[in-house]
């Protein structure tokens, strides 16, 4: 007996059309099927699913209550996020899903990731009012992010205020529902270090009910809101453990959750640990150009991307700086008004990468020794920020830094 079953080969067993088998392994509805690059892979006693109108029939949609659970099912939430592959295959993997909402939606995670913001925002923006609730929350996620590097500020917050008022109307709907609204209003606060929304479930509730993509990134989520509370050690420690269970055949969560990790680590002051994270983001990231969250954590990142990226890989590390200015820039014009925290917008990334370390008690040798420059240098960049931040003492950096 064979294995597995190719796609063409499911459909003749069942009688069905190599399209709907397809569909059928998209939806999550073959247990035990995967998929590698373009081609699935079911498994040869696989039963044939029940009840297929849903999938035959399209244009005549379930009734509205239940639809959540359905277009959780359908992978609508964050398709790319929650596709395991392999390095180097992300766009053909986008690519490969079904033509309409699906493939545009991971069209624009990938091009969000990959830095491409414009693309991003484009490709997310006709399905911001979409009727399919994953749809809707996954559009207002990307597009809230990449208006920010463009300067959109108020495309931000109109997606940012539409993830609340759906998160704010699930009380009454299905759990599943519940789940993803809570998985993209948690992404959209925490990433800008604001407070969670009011209704906002406990995360240990809805986690086992999100896809396990999306499941990988709420984890990320969590640790870097554990991050921002000072539980550098749970937080890591939920990092690995997410790992080691298997987030790491999902790349985009898997490089978030490598990244914060880092934050972890420095803030632990174990650099050798943060550097093992920081080159596992990296290997998984690089393949498929997915550079985006690296300029997007440069300043919680504590030099790491100045003493490990910049002196290997010295182009990534220029795209990572460009991004990071353009990225940081849109986040201080929310995060700022928001919660009254004045983030510097003024430091260059190496002047803020010093004085990050520095208002964690790193004195200028250790600050040198781990950025490659010299105790003088790390003197200057730290008398030319505290010039410019109008501060005499290195303890008053902490008011201007992301600790």
């Not at 939606?105 to 484009?122: D, V």
């Not at 640790?223 to 509370?229: G, I, M, N, T």
């Not at 020794?369 to 003088?376: D, E, F, G, T």
């Amino acid at each position: 007996m064979m294995e597995s079953l190719t796609v063409r080969q499911a459909a003749e067993k069942w009688n069905l059309s190599p399209r709907t088998v397809q569909q059928l392994c998209t939806q999550g509805r073959i247990p035990g099927a995967q998929k590698f690059g373009k081609s699935w892979a079911i498994p040869a006693d696989a039963e044939k699913p029940g009840d297929l109108r849903r999938t035959q029939h399209p244009e005549n949609p379930a009734p509205a209550q239940s639809a959540p659970g359905r277009m959780l099912e359908s992978g609508m939430l964050m398709p790319l996020m929650n596709t395991p592959f392999r390095p180097g295959h992300c766009r053909e993997t986008a690519e490969a899903m079904p033509a309409g909402p699906q493939r545009n939606i991971a069209l624009a995670e990938y091009h969000y990731f990959s830095g491409q913001s414009e693309l991003a925002a484009r490709e997310a923006e006709p399905y911001l009012t979409s009727s399919h609730v994953g749809a809707k929350l996954s559009a207002c996620l990307i597009y809230a992010y990449a208006n920010l590097p463009l300067g959109r500020i108020q495309q931000t917050r109109f997606a940012l205020q539409e993830l609340n008022a759906v998160l704010a109307a699930a009380e009454e709907r299905s759990p599943q529902f519940q789940a993803a609204s809570a998985f993209a209003a948690a992404a959209g606060a925490v990433l800008l270090h604001l407070p969670l929304p009011r209704e906002m479930p406990d995360m240990q509730g809805f986690l086992p009910l999100l896809p396990p993509g999306p499941r990988a990134f709420a984890l990320y989520v969590y640790a870097h809101f554990l991050y921002l509370q000072g539980e550098y050690g749970q937080s890591i420690g939920i990092v690995e453990a997410a790992l080691a269970m298997g987030a790491e055949q999902y790349p985009i969560p898997a490089v978030y959750l490598h990244l914060v990790a880092v934050m972890d680590s420095m803030s632990l002051k174990q650099t050798e640990r943060a550097k093992v994270h920081l080159l596992s983001a990296w290997d998984l990231a690089r393949p498929d150009d997915l550079i985006e969250g690296f300029g997007e954590h440069h300043g919680l990142l504590g030099g790491m991307l100045e003493a490990v990226i910049k002196p290997g890989w010295p182009e990534g590390f220029r795209r990572i700086i460009d991004i990071t200015y353009r990225f940081s820039a849109g986040w201080r014009k929310v995060h700022n008004p928001e919660t009254g925290h004045d983030v510097a917008d003024d430091l260059t990334t190496t002047e803020f990468a010093v004085c990050m370390l520095a208002a964690r008690s790193w004195t200028n040798e250790e600050i040198g020794k781990h950025m490659n420059i010299s105790p003088n240098m790390v003197k200057r960049h730290l008398s030319s920020a505290m010039r410019k931040l109008g501060i005499d003492h290195r303890y008053d950096l902490k008011q201007y830094m992301l600790l």
